[in-house]
T-cell receptor, first 117, second 110 residues
Framework: KAGVTQTPRYLIKTRGQQVTLSCSPI?????VSWYQQTPGQGLQFLFE???????NKGNFPGRFSGRQFSNSRSEMNVSTLELGDSALYLC????????????????FGDGTRLSIL | DQQVKQNSPSLSVQEGRISILNCDYT??????FLWYKKYPAEGPTFLIS?????DKNEDGRFTVFLNKSAKHLSLHIVPSQPGDSAVYFC?????????FGAGTRLTVKP
């Protein structure tokens, strides 16, 4: 069974640009969550999607957005990139949830490392 | 605000000895706790979890202890192996929220 797949693995952008990251969950998983990891900050929750709807959102500005498709694949978009957006962006999937993160472990992808110059 | 804290950024242990990783939380609404392990260039891997109705959960060499009154959980690894060297994250869930600690880098020396 294939794991969570994130593309691209590495990305370099400049300030002011926008970026779209992609996540394909484990087959059969319907919930996809996105996280940002920066040095010393741990993992910070961005948002969660289930059945093509954003169910929960973390404390990030509106420049961060996402969507989920009918096949559960998800994309995350960051507009007007800032230097502080440089981070590892992780996607995680779990089988089901109607509310955020039911008591089932999430399975993480290897992340997209975004560097802003 | 850091609702989940891992106060030790690093820990070094000799092979065969016990590794104890600690985690504190502040939000009493958290009712499910998890530990993840992360190797460089890979995503976190789920290790073990515990519900707030329990105070201990064991899986092989890994045991998680939960002290609700102290809002503290710990992960014990016995015996520690060099392959356990990684960054360990604790996470807490509850009330439609999920928070991670900043991680503790464990080094197990042969």
């Amino acid at each position: 069974k294939a794991g969570v797949t994130q593309t691209p693995r590495y990305l370099i952008k400049t300030r002011g640009q926008q970026v779209t990251l992609s996540c394909s969950p484990i087959s059969g998983h319907r919930s996809v969550s996105w996280y940002q990891q920066t040095p010393g900050q741990g993992l910070q929750f961005l948002f969660e999607y289930f059945s093509e709807t954003q169910r929960n959102k973390g404390n990030f500005p509106g420049r961060f957005s996402g969507r989920q498709f009918s096949n559960s694949r998800s994309e995350m978009n960051v507009s007007t990139l800032e230097l502080g957006d440089s981070a590892l962006y992780l996607c995680a999937s779990s089988p089901r949830t109607g509310r955020l993160l039911s008591n089932q472990p999430q399975h993480f992808g290897d992340g997209t490392r975004l560097s802003i110059l | 605000d850091q609702q989940v804290k891992q106060n030790s950024p690093s820990l070094s242990v000799q092979e065969g000895r016990i590794s104890i990783l600690n985690c504190d939380y502040t939000n009493s609404m958290f009712d499910y706790f998890l530990w993840y392990k992360k190797y460089p260039a890979e995503g976190p891997t789920f290790l073990i979890s515990i519900s707030s109705i329990k105070d201990k959960n064991e899986d092989g060499r890994f045991t998680v202890f939960l002290n609700k009154s102290a809002k503290h959980l710990s992960l014990h690894i016995v015996p520690s192996q060099p392959g356990d060297s990684a960054v360990y994250f604790c996470a807490a869930k509850g009330n439609n929220d999920m928070r991670f600690g900043a991680g503790t880098r464990l080094t197990v020396k042969p």
